[in-house]
């Protein structure tokens, strides 16, 4: 049973299988009509104490599309937190509205943990500064599963910020559950993977490279994320690495086969544009698959009926 989402670790085998089977259910159902009544007064609360486009908007459409009600805190600087407020009281603070879930973001790593034991709603962490971003990985691997049929036996490429992103490691912790993943992780020496993360993913093959180019075999994905210039705090190493990797059409070609193009955006320099007519990119599926598989998980933490789903 889930109760709080903090780390992609937590989900087993099955759990994702629920979450993706209802997940493509609700996107058929969704294709069809704008609503489907599963939480019905229900509140879910958005707190994002960092910048956020996709998830935050994804998690208010996910919890709309299944007609409950959302309450966003607001930017930081319009609230107490600006007058110094602490993080402690603002969760003990929101609890006593009594959401039914609470969304956070935050730079700070454990911050989501951290609330979970204030509050007594279920608390889903939407990114803890370079830690963690579980429900990306969720929707990353749903993509992977609607594009290619399977996620066991896959090669996935990931590239980039390696280091200071979160998506890079919640996504190798969510792939290191199913079996036989080969990992290649492809980054400049210095945003290479985290230890941490080459431990979760140690039962299965990883190769670690620093250019696309030296991949030798044929890759299922390639995953790619962008310089997180908030947290590398230097604007000489941002410049030095900044265009140090640029996926083109040119250099797919290179690669045996052109593989699923990924990323959880927003790209900057690392992802030309001109990969968007490739039938291979799959970005933008990605951001819309966001919506099914946070309003699935949703049906998981608020224990709603779904018997609905499944009759029709
Ligand atoms: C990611 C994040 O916030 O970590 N964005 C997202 O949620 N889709 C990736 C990023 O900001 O680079």
Same mark, same amino acid.
């Given at each position: 049973m889930l109760r709080h989402v903090i780390s992609a670790k937590q989900f087993d085998h099955d759990t994702l299988a629920d979450i993706f089977s209802t997940a493509k259910i609700l996107k058929n159902k969704l294709s069809e009509r704008r609503?489907? %009544? !599963?939480?019905?007064d229900r509140i879910l609360m958005t707190v994002f104490l960092e910048p956020s486009t996709r998830t935050r908007l994804s998690f208010v459409y996910a919890m709309k599309r299944l007609a409950g009600d959302v309450v966003d805190f607001g930017p930081e600087e319009v609230t107490s937190r600006a007058k110094g407020e602490s993080f402690e009281d603002t969760m003990r603070m929101l609890d006593g509205y009594a959401p039914d879930v609470i969304v956070l973001r935050s730079r700070e790593v454990g911050a989501a943990e951290k609330a979970s034991k204030i509050v007594r709603c279920p608390v889903i962490n939407a990114g803890d500064g370079w830690n963690e971003h579980p429900t990306q990985a969720l929707l990353d691997v749903y993509t992977i599963w609607e594009q290619l049929? %399977?996620? $066991?036996g896959l090669r996935i490429a990931i590239m980039g910020d !390696?280091? +200071?992103?979160r998506t890079p490691s919640s996504l190798s912790y969510l792939l290191a %559950? +199913?079996?036989d993943i080969t990992f290649y992780y492809v980054a400049p020496p210095q945003l290479q993977i985290r230890e941490e993360v080459l431990k979760e993913v140690s039962h299965h093959t990883v190769h670690q490279l620093s250019r696309l180019e030296e991949i030798r075999d044929e890759v299922d994905v390639l995953y790619v994320t962008r310089l997180q210039k908030e947290r590398l705090g230097d604007e000489n190493l941002y410049q030095q690495l900044r265009g140090s990797y640029v996926v083109t059409v040119d250099l797919l070609k290179k690669l045996r086969k052109i593989p699923l193009i990924m990323h959880p955006?927003?790209?900057? $320099?690392?992802?030309?544009?001109?990969?968007?007519? !490739?039938?291979?990119?799959k970005y933008f599926v990605q951001a819309e698959n966001g919506v099914y598989v946070r309003a699935a998980l949703l049906t998981k933490l608020l224990n709603l009926d779904t018997s609905v789903l499944h009759s029709g």
């Open positions: 609503v489907v %009544k !599963l939480a019905v049929g %399977k996620v $066991d !390696l280091r +200071y992103g %559950k +199913y079996r955006l927003p790209r900057v $320099d690392e992802l030309s544009t001109e990969v968007d007519a !490739l039938p291979q990119a």
